[in-house]
């Protein structure tokens, strides 16, 4: 009997191999058939596996993909959702068709369930916006604040910020504190959301936002750098001085820029007038402009300006944005090295002060017409704020001359309060 059963026993495993094993074959070429997802080669590969749920649901959804509104499709739809009751696509598919048939009811309870059995962005998504379209903001704003909650990496938010200015400004409710109550109070997203709002020009609402990115920064992304730099540049184009101000210091603080601070009530209006920091983007950071035949290069406490003799007739070198404030007298200092130009003396060189705007309010003498240092007084015209003066520096050949070539050092460029 112990023989008999043993080899019932051995029997029966080689039957469940056998089982498994064309379960597997059969498995394998259905899903090699339906490889190619039309809905021929879907249906030949349901012939073989009939009860598999994903080939169910592919053949469903391509065909309702493609705008077949039949009934069949319906029918195929919810055989799909039967074989596997999480399967958040078809879920989606049969929302999204009710609610075109204008039952939305119904197609609001497939878009919810969607959204609870299926945590990524996708079906938050489809939901949010289905509240939106059709005046349900609570359901909105809970789905974009989950939306916004996903994994920061994983989408692209604009659409949900989109959206939801959309409906805020719809319920008559513009309230930018209420979607800034969105965002998690860690991570990428606040950095994300002000990027948004400046790209979009939104001031007052990217000034809300500010503290919160500042604070969930991460200081080794260049996105976040240039956002937050984006941030002042913004500032300074709505002449919002004294905050465009406060946000550079705050940079420099938090180690985001290398450059000194700015107080322009006590005179200190260039951000670094001794060149003891790298150049840096932003406002209030030296620009220099590369040209053919005439190259820039910072070196500590030194800008050095080197000439080929094939540099255009006129260029401008360098320029930096600084707030200053309205209605008092200024002078511009610098201090160089020109002994190594083949012209000392040029006469070409010059700094020239201008509003934001390109209004001139000085153009000063030749930089090189006192040896080693020169000065320039200018007044800045009234105003309620801070204001934003241009200093550049500019090339032009002066006339009986050659092009210059050589090198000049600038060691020095400030601003201070003309007594």
């Known amino acids: 009997m112990k023989v008999i059963a043993a080899l019932l026993f051995r029997a029966g495993l080689v039957a469940i191999c056998v089982f498994i094993s064309w379960r597997s074959i059969r498995l394998a070429v259905a899903d090699s058939i339906g490889a190619p997802g039309t809905i021929v080669s879907l249906a030949r590969a349901i012939a073989i596996e009939p009860e598999n749920a994903d080939l169910v649901a592919r053949a469903a959804l391509v065909r ?18 039967r074989l596997n009751p999480r399967n958040s696509e078809v879920l989606i598919a049969l929302g ?44 909105f704003w809970r789905m974009a604040r989950r939306c916004l909650s996903l994994e920061p990496l994983g989408y692209d938010p604009e659409p949900v910020f989109d959206l939801a200015w959309r409906v805020a400004r719809d319920s008559n409710n513009v309230n930018s504190k209420k979607i800034l109550d ?8 606040a950095v994300q959301y002000l990027r948004y709002l400046i790209a979009t020009n939104r001031l007052d609402a990217a000034i809300e936002a500010w503290p919160l990115a500042l604070n969930s920064l991460d200081p080794s992304s260049p996105l976040d750098a240039s956002a937050l730099t984006e941030f002042t540049d913004l500032l300074v184009k709505n002449d919002r001085l004294s905050a465009a101000v406060r946000a550079w210091n705050q940079l420099v603080d938090r180690g985001m820029i290398q450059s000194g601070h700015l107080n322009p009530d006590s005179g200190v209006s260039v ?12 406002p209030f950071g ?7 035949g005439a190259f820039a290069s910072a070196v500590p406490s030194m800008l050095r300006f080197e000439f080929d003799g094939n540099e255009p007739e006129a260029v401008q070198l360098l320029s930096t944005m600084a707030p200053v404030v309205g209605g008092r007298a200024y002078r511009l200092v610098w201090k160089y090295d020109s002994s190594r130009l083949a012209s000392p003396k040029d006469a070409g060189f010059a700094f020239v002060l201008a509003k934001k705007n390109g209004d001139l309010l000085a153009r000063c003498q030749p930089m090189l017409a ?12 009234a105003a309620r704020d801070y204001t934003a003066i ?20 600038v060691t020095e460029i400030r601003l201070e309060f003309a007594s």
Do not use: M
């Open 96 to 139: 999204l068709r009710r609610e075109f048939e204008g039952n939305l009811a119904e197609a609001g309870r497939y878009l919810q369930r969607a959204a609870e059995v299926d945590h990524t962005f996708r079906a938050s998504w489809v939901w949010a916006d289905f509240s939106a379209r059709n005046n349900r903001p609570d359901e």
């Open 271 to 282: 951000a670094d007038p001794a060149f003891g920091y790298p150049l840096v983007q932003g």
């Open 390 to 409: 241009r200093i550049e520096l500019h090339y032009g050949r002066a006339l009986g001359t050659v092009r210059i070539k050589g090198e000049l050092r």
């Open 286 to 292: 030296w620009n220099v402009t590369q040209q053919p």
């Open 182 to 189: 969105l965002l998690p109070r860690t991570g990428p997203r």
């Open 370 to 381: 006192l040896p080693d240092t020169g000065s320039c007084q200018f007044t800045v015209p």
């Open 64 to 81: 309702s993909d493609s705008g077949d509104g039949s009934r069949n499709v319906d029918r195929d739809l919810e055989r799909a959702l």
